[in-house]
Structure formats: C-alpha cells, structure tokens
C-alpha cells in the first residue's frame, strides 16, 4: 500500500484536513505505518499536481482546521482509487528485500559471521512476532481493517522466521561439502612430473 493511494481511499467519502488524514491513515493500519505530517502534505501536493485532489472551497475559520485547506479527491482521483483497488498487487512492484540482500552480501564480504547474522535477525524477528501477537490478543472484533493489517505482519514474520531456519541450514549443508582443489592448491613437489619419451620408430634408428 502507498501512502498516496492511501489518502486517496480516505478522501472518498469526505473533504479532509491533512491532520485528519495522518490521524485515519494510522488508525486504519493499527499505527503498523506511522506518518509524520510533512509526509502526508508532501504527498498531498503531488496528488494536487497530478490533478487527483484539489483544495476544497471551504477553509479552515476557526483554529480547529488550523488555516490550512481541506483537500477533497477529484473524478481523476476516483479513477486513480478504483484502478489501483481492482490491480493485483505483483511481486516487482514491492520493494527489494532488505534482508535477502544483506544475506547476500555477507557471503560475498570475506569476515562476515552469516551465521551471526541469520541468528541475531530471528531473534529480531522473534521478538517482533511476540509483539504482535500480543497486539492482535488485544485487539476488539471491531477493528477488522487494523486486525487485516496485523494479521499480514504475523504472517510475514512467522515466513521470515521459516526462511531464516531454511538460510542455516543451507549454510550447514554448504560448510560440510568438501572444498574442490585446484591445480595451484596442489604442492609442486606432488605434481607428476612430465617427460618426453621417444617414439618407437626413432629408438630403433
């Protein structure tokens, strides 16, 4: 989900301030995406400019809307909305795996402990699913749009966990095959000595 096409779904209904925006925005996702508000007015610029909302006529007069404008969405930015609800998310479309890359990388990077590595990120990881789950224990019946997005987390974090298991044991099954030799690894004085040995024909003249 994008922090645009998130605004976008909020605005449906109803012009906004940027603060109710933020504050829903939150509310929706269980605070699992925290905004801060230059994030949200930033992004309310560039859906202003690409014509999918327009400050509202009515302004903020009292100190609640704090003289900034209210946004409302366009027909542009319904068509936006409704394409992206009726569009599979794919798999390139969402951001490179942080943690596949640095896995990677720490095999590539001579002195890099990968099994350190792999162990202290499920404890992370670990941790992190024991939080959410508490999270989720508490939560009511009634918030099924935050329990959705919970629920999603969960998941991630118990696959992550199973492929941090499948990362250490490739590891240990990578360790315990034998190292090939090359021609260079071989000591010079084991190394068959070649000679010249005369033909049959020119022995015998």
Known sequence: ??????????????????????????????????????????????LERDGLVQAAAARAASSEGDGRSLYEITDAGRTELTTWFETPVTRESRPRDELAIKLALALAVPGVDVSAVVQRQRMSTMQSLQELTRLKRNSTDGEISWQLVVESMIFGAEAEIRWLDHCEAMLVRHRGRPRAVSQKDVPQKDVPQKYDVPDEQGARS
């Open 1 to 46: 989900m994008s922090i645009k096409h998130g605004l976008l779904a909020l605005l449906q209904d109803e012009p906004k301030y940027g603060y109710q925006l933020r504050g829903e925005f939150e509310a929706a996702t269980g605070a699992t995406w925290p905004l801060n508000i230059g994030q949200v007015y930033t992004t309310l610029t560039r």
